[in-house]
């Protein structure tokens, strides 16, 4: 059980380093700007618009593929904080920001089906995901996209993950 | 993209195509081959692309990327096809990693087209072509042809 106890400062840096830990080793992640916001357990993966995401230059509109990259990485994170927060919050996983090998290896991605909802436009998009299950070998989650209407979602997707062994 | 223009024409016209949409360049992709509702559709390795940084192993992201792009060149050259697509939903199944540093190489296939929606499947391969890194069934718009 959590020290109720515990100084706030350190329980953040904590949560902070694992989540640094899980995203900053991934090449691809930094590539396309990708950031998380935390707000206890609950993340929303964030999205900056760039240029290089357009996909259809006349309307524009982002391209289904920037989309889909966002949704995998929303919902590959998702997966990988959620299974190892209670190890965190133990103590179990001393998460180090500056290395990743300091939290578990991501989940591998088996299938994701998304559907395009509305075209992206040239602005931020944000998304969250949700295990729907999650066992020792598999899981499901499922993650939603949006931008400036959390009411109307540009895509949402449902994927199937295989977990990391020994963790 | 719709015209009876030959072979390597119409690819250099769908090549200026891909190059004008800034995700398939930042990508690097290049089209291959095109026509009849067939799109071949690769592009190289980077380092900035990795997912993985245990293995090194490109992002499933990437894929669906260079999967989702070769789709919509094979509906946009299918001869019934005179206006633009967008994806309407997109499965993709990734069958093994694709081994780091080597090119990636998508073939699309519009196999099934109605006046609204065009069914699509695609498989992409690193070098090793016998056994495909990942597979794709969509379906895309075909967008009513503008007046004037």
Redesign the interface.
Known sequence: MADRNEPLSQIKSRRDAALQALVA????I??LGIHFDRRGNELTAVLPFD????????LP??????T???L??AAIIELSWTASWADVEEGRLIPDPTD??SMP??P?????????LR?GLPRDAYARARVVRSGRRYASVQVEAWQDDRARPIAQATGHFVMPKNG | MTDATDGPVKIDRAQQFITALPYARALGMRIDELGEGVAVVSMPFADHLVGDPHSGVIHGGVVSALMDTCCGAAVLSHPSVRSSTATLDLRIDYMRAAKPGQRLSARAECYHITRSVAFVRAVTTDEDSENPVASATGAFTIEAPRHG
């Open positions: 080793g991934v090449p691809f930094r590539w240029e290089k995401l357009i996909g259809n230059p006349m509109a982002l391209h289904g593929g920037a889909a990259a966002f995998e990485i990743p090998s290896r991501l591998k991605t088996v299938d994701m089906t998304v559907d395009y075209s």
